[in-house]
C-alpha cells in the first residue's frame, strides 16, 4: 500500500506490529505493505535422520513460511532452506553464510528478513545489525498475521497481549538509549530509572490491564455458555490446521458468510450458528482459529478464552486437509495443541475427524482413503468445495450425537400442539402413532435435554411421562425462552 507520493506505509492492524520500532534507528528499515522480503528456513542436518513424530520436510515448512508471508502481502524475492551442522549462539547462522546473506539482501534491497525458526532476543538483536535490515522469526510472523487478522475487540486483546509478551523480552536499544535517567534535580541526582527498565514497567502495566479485561471476556463467555446450556443444543466444533477448509465447511452448513480464502489464518474471530441437521436434530456450530506448527505458546495462553469454546464443546470435529502432503504431521500438531489445552478424546466427548478437499486427491489416492474412511466409524471423507460426502457426513454426525440417547415415549392429545412440536424441532422423532383420542411419539432424546427436563419437573422419574400436564413444554422448560429460537 502507497502514499500519494508513492511512499510504502503501513497497514492498519488492531493491534502493534512487531514491525515497529520505537527507536526511530533509520538504520534498520521498518516493514511495510508489500515489502521486499527474503524468507530462509533453517534446519539443522542431524534432523533429517530423525524419526521423531515433530520432523517436518524442511522443503514443506518453507513452503509454509512462504505461505505465512503471502497472509500479508509480502513481497517474497526468495526463500532457501538452509541446513546448518550446530546452531551458532549469537547469530543463528553461520559466518559465511551471515555474509552471503548480507550480499544478497544488499544488491536485491530486501528490506524485511524472515527467519522461519525460533530466535532469541539477542539473536534478532545481532542479525539486524550484522544485515542491516529488519529480522522477524516465526513467532513473529505469526503475530503480524493474527494482529491484521483480528476484527473484533476481543480478538485484538488477545492479540495485544501476545505481542506485548513477546516484546517485553525484546527492547532492542541504542546504548545511548539506555543510560540512565537521572534522578532529583542539578548535579546531585542520582542516576534514576534505566530507560529499557522504564519500558518494561510500561508493559507490564499494559499486560495488567489487557489481562483485567480479558478477565471480563472469559466471564461474559462463561454467562454465554451458561446460557446455551440451558438451551438442549449440543455444540460441535470445528478445529484444524491453518488453510485446511474449516470456514469453508463452515459456510457451506450454515450458509454463512465467514471469510474463506486460500490463505492461511483467513479465520481469526470464533463464529456460532445454529443448523438444523437432516434428521431433524438442532445444533450450534462453532468455526474457531486455525492451529499450527510451532504455534506461540504466548497465542495459545492468549486465545484461551477463546478455544474455551471447543474445551466445552460436545463433539469436536477435526477437519484434516488430505491433499496435503504433510497431512498426518498437521494432524499431529493439531492434536498437540489441543492435549496443551486439556482437550483429549474421553467418554463425555469424542473427537470426529474429517477429512477435506478430496476433490484434490488423485483417483488412486482416493479410492485409498474411501476404503479407510468406509471401515471407520470416526472418519468422513468429504469435499467443502463442492458437497461432495456431504450427506454421509451429517448422518454420522447425526449418529455420533446421538450415540448416548434414550429412546423415550410420550403421549399427547391433540390440543397439545405445541408441546408434539417442541419435540420435533428438539429431538429425533422415530415413530409416531395418532388415534382418535391422542398423539403418541417414541423419540431419541439426549443426555442434556433430559436432565432439563428432569429439572423442570417436565417428565417422572421412569422418563415415560410429562408432568403438570395443564402447561406445556414451551412455558416450563426455560425461563425466557421462546419456541421461535
Known amino acids: 500500500m502507497t502514499d500519494k507520493n508513492g511512499t510504502l506505509v503501513f497497514r492498519h492492524k488492531s493491534a502493534s506490529s512487531v514491525w515497529e520500532d520505537s527507536n526511530n534507528d533509520t538504520a534498520l528499515q521498518t516493514g511495510t505493505a508489500c515489502a521486499r522480503c527474503l524468507i530462509i528456513h533453517p534446519y539443522l542436518r542431524s534432523e533429517l535422520k530423525s ?21 500479508i502481502d509480502l513481497q517474497v524475492i526468495r526463500a532457501v532452506c538452509i541446513p546448518l551442522a550446530k546452531i551458532v549462539p549469537a547469530h543463528y547462522l553461520g559466518k559465511g553464510k551471515l555474509e552471503e546473506i548480507k550480499g544478497f539482501t544488499d544488491q536485491n534491497e530486501i528490506e524485511l528478513v524472515v527467519m522461519d525458526c525460533e530466535l532469541s532476543p539477542v539473536q534478532q538483536r545481532n542479525l539486524e545489525s550484522t544485515l542491516g535490515v529488519k529480522v522477524i ?24 497481549l501476545a505481542h506485548l509478551s513477546y516484546q517485553k523480552s525484546r527492547l532492542v536499544r541504542s546504548w545511548t538509549h539506555l543510560e ?30 489487557i489481562r483485567k479485561k480479558l ?25 484444524g490446521y491453518t488453510n485446511a477448509g474449516k470456514s469453508t ?40 482459529v486455525g492451529f499450527i506448527s510451532d504455534l506461540p505458546t504466548s497465542l495459545i495462553a492468549a486465545f484461551r478464552a477463546t478455544l474455551e469454546e471447543v474445551i466445552e464443546a460436545d463433539l469436536i470435529l477435526h477437519i484434516r486437509d488430505i491433499s496435503h502432503q504433510e497431512t498426518d504431521e498437521q494432524a499431529n500438531d493439531v492434536i498437540e495443541i489441543m492435549r496443551d489445552l486439556g482437550i483429549e478424546e474421553e467418554a463425555e466427548r469424542s473427537i470426529f475427524e474429517v477429512w477435506n478437499k478430496s476433490d484434490l486427491l488423485d483417483e488412486e489416492s482416493f479410492l485409498s ?36 440417547n434414550e429412546t423415550l415415549e410420550f403421549t399427547f392429545s391433540h390440543d397439545e ?12 422423532v422415530l415413530s409416531r402413532e395418532d388415534d382418535e383420542s391422542s398423539i403418541t411419539l417414541t423419540v431419541s432424546l439426549d443426555q442434556k435435554t433430559i ?7 417436565l417428565i417422572d422419574k421412569d422418563k415415560s411421562k410429562i408432568k403438570d400436564e395443564e402447561r406445556s413444554f414451551e412455558d416450563r422448560l426455560i425461563d425466557g425462552y421462546s419456541s421461535g429460537s
Open 249 to 288: 465447511l463452515f459456510n457451506r452448513l450454515t450458509n454463512a458468510n465467514v471469510m474463506a480464502k486460500d490463505i492461511l489464518f483467513a479465520t481469526l474471530d470464533p463464529t456460532m450458528r445454529k443448523i438444523n441437521l437432516p434428521c431433524g436434530k438442532t445444533i450450534i456450530l462453532s468455526d474457531t
Open 137 to 160: 522469526d516465526r513467532t513473529g510472523l505469526i503475530l503480524e498475521i493474527f494482529g491484521e487478522r483480528a476484527q473484533t475487540k476481543e480478538g485484538g486483546l488477545q492479540v495485544e
Open 451 to 457: 436432565g432439563q427436563l428432569e429439572k423442570k419437573g
Open 369 to 404: 482413503y474411501c476404503n479407510i474412511s468406509e471401515n471407520r466409524d470416526n472418519i468422513s471423507l468429504i469435499s467443502a468445495v463442492t458437497g461432495k460426502g456431504m450427506d454421509k457426513f451429517l448422518a454420522l454426525i447425526s449418529s455420533k450425537l446421538s450415540e448416548k
Open 417 to 428: 400442539g405445541a408441546d408434539v412440536a417442541w419435540l420435533y424441532r428438539h429431538a429425533e
Open 180 to 209: 540512565r535517567q537521572r534522578g532529583g534535580g542539578g548535579f546531585m541526582g542520582g542516576p534514576g530509572e534505566r530507560q529499557i527498565e522504564s519500558d518494561r514497567r510500561q508493559i507490564d502495566e499494559q499486560i495488567i490491564k
Open 51 to 71: 524419526n521423531s513424530k515433530s520432523y517436518r520436510d524442511p522443503a514443506a515448512r518453507l513452503d509454509e513460511a512462504v505461505s505465512l508471508s503471502a497472509a
Open 215 to 239: 478477565d471480563q471476556v472469559v466471564k461474559t463467555r462463561g454467562l454465554h455458555r451458561k446460557a446455551r446450556k440451558k438451551v438442549p443444543f449440543p455444540i460441535v466444533a470445528l478445529v
